[in-house]
Structures are given as C-alpha cells and as structure tokens.
C-alpha cells in the first residue's frame, strides 16, 4: 500500500471517529480502563471565565496536571481502597 493510500485510510478512520457518540467513545474508553464518570470539558473553564476553547484546554491540562491535584487524587485512592474496600498495597510499595 503506497502512502497516499495509507494517509486516506488514516483520513476515513479519523473522520468516522469523529462521528461516533460521545457516550460510545466513553464507553470504549471504560472497556480499555480508564475513568469517565466525571470527565471535565472546556464547557467548566468557559462557563466562569472568558476565553477560547484552546485557552480552556490549555487550563484544563494545566489544573488537572497540577502537582497538588495528582496528590489529592493519589491520596483519595488510599483512603478509599483500604478504609472502603479494605484493599492491601503491594508488599513492594510499603
């Protein structure tokens, strides 16, 4: 297959993604392990300041990449695996 072959494949693929449901591609992303109960849009950034939607991505990124954001998720993880569901950590992260 010559490239323009494969860039007009990547082309129809993309397009026909584009195309799809959001609540079909949550639910790929579900079956492949990710979390998308509470997915944040730029809809959040727009609705209490004023800007494009690049520059609410852009703060999306930035605040859910945040150190202390990560931290707080990473601890949340804790206490709900082993205060709610009484989980043990590996041996080799004690």
Known sequence: MDIKNV???ILKQELEIR???TK???RELERRG???FNLWHIADV???YKCDNETAMDVLIDALENECTMEQVNMAIDIVAEEKYE???H???L
Request: proline share 5%.
């Open 7 to 9: 860039n007009t494949e």
């Open 19 to 21: 195309n799809l449901d």
């Open 24 to 26: 079909i591609l949550q």
């Open 34 to 36: 990710y979390q998308t």
């Open 46 to 48: 727009k609705h209490k």
């Open 87 to 89: 989980l043990k950590p």
């Open 91 to 93: 041996q080799n992260l």
